[in-house]
């Protein structure tokens, strides 16, 4: 199974709150989960990425934790700004014969409210 | 160092016609993948091509679509006879490797309109 399942679809928090995005996936095989920020009208840019023998990357504001276990991961980004304000994909890859194609969730839209 | 360049931004084109986007990678990276966006969707992956070879192109739809990757110039995705399905946005990233621990540089996009 190659999806990515991401939750929510919308997200609104006020500034200088925290902004939690959910991932959950089903292909064990997958070893490399990057966070994309998109903005409208731009191609996405690469946020923060882990592989699953860490629990938790911190960069800045944006931290990923990821639970191997449970097939899960998530983006947590403290102190949110309306300059957060953006679509967020999570996705995921694997070595081999995939070659690093990434398979994206269905994203989330982030709104920050002044 | 110029990023990774699409042309045209947008693309109308009438059902029946032929669709060229074109990707230029960025300097140094051999590497190109080209995803499709339906609206309000994510990204789903098309083809992965190395200079002058199709290395995976397993979310290809098995008609009308094609890709290339010449040995001098862009890659280009091209579509034939377009339908109303086919209007959505086209990316493609650019890699120095390639593989999962290569970081992906994405394009602005081509969005094609089909009427």
């Known amino acids: 199974q190659q999806q990515v399942k991401q939750s929510p679809q919308s997200l609104i928090v006020q500034k200088g709150g925290i902004s939690i995005i959910n991932c959950a996936y089903e292909n064990t095989a997958f070893d490399y989960f990057p966070w994309y920020q998109q903005f409208p009208g731009k191609g996405p840019a690469l946020l923060i990425a882990?592989?699953?023998?860490?629990s938790e990357k911190k960069e800045g504001r944006f931290t990923i934790s990821f639970n191997k276990s449970a097939k899960q991961f998530s983006l947590h980004i403290m102190d949110s700004q309306p300059g957060d304000s953006a679509t967020y994909f999570c996705?995921?890859?694997?070595?081999?014969?995939?070659?690093?194609?990434?398979?994206f969730g269905q994203g989330t839209i982030l709104t920050v409210h002044p | 160092n110029a990023g990774v360049m699409q042309n045209p931004r947008h693309l109308v084109r009438r059902r029946g016609q032929e669709a060229r986007l074109r990707c230029s990678p960025m300097k140094g990276h051999s590497h190109v993948y080209w995803y499709r966006q339906l609206p309000e969707e994510g990204l789903k992956f098309m083809v992965y091509l190395q200079k002058e070879n199709i290395i995976d192109e397993s979310g290809m739809p098995k008609e009308r679509f094609s890709a290339e990757f010449p040995k001098e110039g862009p890659s280009i995705l091209r579509i034939q006879q377009v339908v109303r399905g086919d209007s959505a946005a086209y990316f493609c990233?650019?890699?120095?490797?390639?593989?999962?621990?290569?970081?992906?540089?994405f394009g602005p996009g081509t969005r094609l309109t089909v009427t």
């Open positions: 990233a650019s890699s120095p490797f390639g593989g999962a621990l290569s970081e992906q540089y």
């Open positions: 996705a995921a890859s694997m070595d081999g014969t995939s070659y690093g194609k990434l398979t």
């Open positions: 882990i592989r699953p023998d860490v």
